[in-house]
């Protein structure tokens, strides 16, 4: 990792170890008590080791991709009016843009997308919580001492500029970890490779990438507590 000056905007991620993925009970096939919305997907949870990276604060935005755009001629998103976004949608996280458009971006601004691991961690923290603020979800009634987020705080609709919902940041300080945007991570939807049981629900050939984090239209659909 580059020991220089830390880059704007960016969030650094330490070494060490983390927990990765959820148990789901092998012989019925029912989620475990502490993970009661996972997918069949999502296990088994084993420990994982990451060296020190770092990640990006925020989703990317409107304005950031634009400016992408004007410098490589790279065609804009679909729904921009004549190729342009709206002023007051700067701010917005940019959306509609393939893999393809988002691993070009990153490697226009000398980056890359994080590895579906390091999305995790970044997102998910050190202890092995369910939601970036801890494992209640906010609608849930609970005689737990977990201070629990308002509703108003994560639930939205709706697309919200980055930065403005405290309550959707991880515990290393990464921003809009569920509900705003699903983002693009740079691995293979497949089973993890240094486990001893293979994921029931991933396909096996490289057919698509993985996404992570949950959006808006969760929240719309009432299915947002499976998917944050």
């Not at 019925?28 to 084993?46: C, F, I, R, V």
């Not at 930065?163 to 293979?188: L, Q």
């Not at 490779?193 to 029931?200: L, P, V």
Request: with cysteine; glycine share 8%; proline share 8%.
């Amino acid at each position: 990792m580059n020991q220089g000056r830390r880059p704007p905007n960016t969030v650094l991620i330490p070494t060490g170890a983390f927990i990765m993925g959820t148990d789901i009970e092998a012989f019925y096939g029912t989620a475990l008590a502490n993970s009661e919305h996972a997918k069949l997907d999502e296990a088994p949870m084993h420990v994982r080791f990451l060296d020190a990276y770092l990640i990006e604060q925020y989703p990317v935005t409107n304005a950031e991709y634009a400016a992408f755009v004007q410098e490589t001629n790279h065609p804009p998103p679909p729904h921009w009016k004549n190729g342009n976004f709206t002023p007051e949608d700067a701010n917005l996280p940019v959306v509609h843009v393939s893999w393809y458009d988002s691993n070009e971006y990153a490697q226009w601004a000398n980056k890359r997308l994080p590895t579906e691991a390091e999305w995790e961690k970044a997102c998910r923290g050190p202890d092995g919580r369910i939601y970036p603020w801890g494992n209640i979800f906010v609608s849930d009634e609970s005689e737990s001492t977990e201070t629990v987020p308002e509703s108003s705080e994560i639930l939205t609709a709706h697309l919200t500029p980055i930065g403005v919902r405290a309550a959707i940041v991880s515990p290393y300080g990464v921003g809009e970890a569920a509900g705003n945007v699903w983002e693009w991570t740079a691995d293979w939807y497949q089973p993890y490779s240094d486990t001893n049981r293979q994921k029931e629900g991933r396909n096996l050939d490289d057919k698509h990438k993985t996404l992570r984090g949950g959006s808006w239209l969760e929240v719309r659909d009432g299915t947002a507590k499976r998917y944050f």
